[in-house]
């Protein structure tokens, strides 16, 4: 079975109206995920975002997980002055005895 024009049409025409789906979804998310839950549906990432619903060995991972952001951001930091400092030292000329 060859693919045809007609498949690459409706190929092209499916993805349209995906991205269109999926952009009115973005506008209207509220909305929509508000309805949705009124209908019983559930969301498995909804209550993780709300800090109060997680429990406390969640809460000790998440404070750990921050910790270990901020000590790598700060090291990374201390490293950026440490190498500018290196380099133009490097680039000084050696001064010459008189």
């Given at each position: 079975m060859a693919i045809t024009s007609a498949h690459l049409t409706g190929f092209v025409v499916g993805l349209g109206v995906?991205?269109?789906g999926f952009y009115l979804?973005?506008?209207?998310?509220?909305?929509?995920d508000a309805w949705l839950e009124s209908q019983g549906v559930q969301f498995p990432g909804a209550s993780a975002s709300d800090p109060s619903s997680l429990?406390?060995?969640?809460?000790?991972?998440?404070?750990?997980?921050?910790?270990?952001?901020?000590a790598e951001r700060e090291y990374a930091a201390e490293q950026?002055?440490?190498?500018?400092t290196a380099e133009s030292?490097?680039?000084?000329?050696?001064?010459?005895?008189?």
């Open positions: 995906a991205a269109a979804y973005k506008m209207n998310q509220k909305q929509v429990t406390l060995e969640e809460l000790v991972r998440q404070k750990e997980r921050f910790e270990d952001l901020i950026k002055p440490m190498a500018k030292e490097a680039r000084r000329p050696e001064p010459t005895p008189a």
